[in-house]
């Protein structure tokens, strides 16, 4: 037997970094995996379907400490705003204090160089500014793509003295606010800072399973107590990055490096909503001509959801074709969706087989497996908005 | 010769007569995690010691199980379709996946007995 689909990451060659909750994950015995340059938990004993269910069900953990946190200060909100609005699509100035939104870096082509999350913290946070949280793998080239542009126009600071922790689920507020009642008040894709039992976190209510949860930054010091006492809670379990990936796949969300990267853009990866009317229409942005081209010309292709017929699952780099055998597309995440019991898969077909409920094959292992275009989120968001 | 025998890529297999039934190790299915899917091979199929016989998908991955001795289907483990998960509950038992005739019983000589297999995946950590 053999993995035939081994995790890759850059710099495989160099020694692996660890979170500050490495020694906990090996602890609650995590079988630990090399991703994006960290040795990070693929699951606990329990396994990835029993957490992926129980965070359905309940409340999942997660430590998502690899990716980065970068906050952006400067003058006034609304000069860092506009400078951050030169990188990516979406309305900044627009944000409310503590309001989050979900944008990426666009390059001269408009190829999406990493998605992100932006808050605009509050007054009551001492200044306003940008919190940033932005993936891991790309964390290094993002900080340096700010730096090159925006460090005449803001201040950047990487917060690498903090860890990041996801609860998700439908349990997940309550147990939050057991530890701190404020933080019922956020919405969703809303932030801010509190105080929870002791610990000074910037909690923002979102997520990346479909759920109502929080993402939660507390200090590296406080982050293993602070994770132990949500352990703490019986509705609560760590759930590693193989369920991550299954919930937000899902939920029908973008993995940057799968789903979206420098090769696709925000039309055809289906993210129009993240690039608000003011942006399309103005631009000003990395390649913006293009996207304002592909709104009037429509895409060549979408990012669509996929449902295979049968029992297989279909991969990443699954070749899709017509009923002639002639290739249309390709899967860029697919696996098994264990809150449905079936395969379910998202990739980029061409515009003409985008609509929903059409039949196209999956080339897997040499066999044309029949599948669906299907409607995204495979599982109902449960946002509390 | 009886009992069961381990390959080094962490198939058994269990003789009877000329036919060898065969399914992935305790290991094998740990190291995969929750079993959602096995592609079984047809029924008559020729399969040669060392490549390809099944494959199994665990929600994070796929993997090729190798055939620890050539031959012919002549039965797959039909349960595996609606209940992929006994890969994991039973590994070696109701979790089998084929059963071949064997073309060439020397090849079992190459094979690890028990005492052996647990030696070797000892020497994985």
């Known amino acids: ?385 | 010769m009886s009992g069961i025998r381990f390959s080094k890529d962490h198939e058994w297999v269990k003789v009877d007569g000329d036919i060898a039934t065969v399914g992935i190790s305790p290991y094998a299915q740990d190291q995969l995690g929750d079993v959602v899917f096995v592609d079984l091979p047809a029924i008559g199929k020729k399969i040669e010691k060392g490549k390809e016989l099944a494959v199994v998908e665990s929600v994070k991955a796929a993997s090729e199980v190798y055939a620890p001795v050539s031959g012919e289907v002549v039965e797959v483990n039909a349960a595996l379709g609606d209940a992929p998960g006994t890969v994991n509950e039973d590994a070696l038992g109701k979790g089998w996946f084929a059963k071949v005739k064997i073309a060439n019983k020397a090849e079992l000589d190459g094979l690890m007995d028990e005492a052996a297999y647990k030696t070797f995946c000892e020497g994985l950590h």
């Open chain 1, 1 to 385: 037997m053999s993995s035939a689909t081994p995790t890759s990451s850059p710099g495989a060659d160099a020694p692996l970094l660890v979170t500050q909750l490495h020694d906990l994950h090996v602890e609650l015995g995590a079988k630990m995996v090399p991703f994006a340059g960290y040795d990070m938990p693929v699951q606990y004993p329990s396994g990835i379907l029993t957490e992926h269910l129980h965070t359905r069900e309940s409340a999942g953990l997660f430590d998502v400490s690899h990716m980065g946190q970068i906050r952006l200060s400067g003058e006034t909100f609304a000069a860092v705003a506009t400078a951050l609005e030169t990188l990516c699509p979406a309305d900044f100035q627009a944000l409310q204090p503590g309001q989050q939104r979900y944008s990426f870096f666009t390059d001269s082509s408009a190829g999406i160089l990493d998605d992100l999350m932006v808050t605009r913290m509050g007054p009551g946070d001492g200044s306003d500014h940008i919190f940033m949280v932005v993936n891991a793998g790309c964390k290094d080239a993002d900080i340096a793509h700010l730096r090159a542009n925006l460090s005449n126009r803001c201040k950047i600071e990487v917060l690498a003295d903090r860890a990041l922790v996801a609860l998700q689920g439908p349990k997940a507020a309550a147990v939050f606010a057991r530890l701190v009642p404020e933080s019922g008040k956020l919405k969703f894709m809303s932030g801010k800072s509190l105080n929870a039992a002791g610990f000074d976190v910037i909690a923002t209510r979102s997520g990346y399973t479909g759920e109502d949860g929080f993402e939660i930054s507390v200090a590296n010091k406080d982050a293993v107590a602070f994770v132990k006492k949500l352990l703490a809670d019986p509705d609560v379990k760590p759930v590693g990055l193989g369920a991550r990936d299954s919930l937000r796949l899902e939920a029908g969300l973008c993995l940057h490096g799968n789903d979206i990267t420098e090769k696709t853009n925000p039309v055809e990866a289906n993210l129009v909503w993240a690039m608000q009317k003011r942006r399309r229409e103005q631009g000003g942005f990395p390649g913006a001509g293009i996207v304002q081209q592909q709104l009037a010309d429509g895409p060549s292709r979408k990012r669509v959801g996929i449902l295979p017929e049968g029992k297989a699952p279909a991969r990443a780099h699954t070749e899709i074709t017509d009923f002639g055998g002639r290739v249309i597309g390709e899967i860029t995440s697919g696996g098994f969706g264990p809150s449905l019991g079936m395969p379910i898969a998202m990739g980029y077909v061409e515009t003409a087989h985008a609509a929903i409920g059409t039949e196209i094959n999956l080339m897997v292992r040499g066999k044309a497996l029949p599948a669906k275009i299907a409607a995204m989120p495979f599982v109902p968001h449960r946002y509390q908005r």
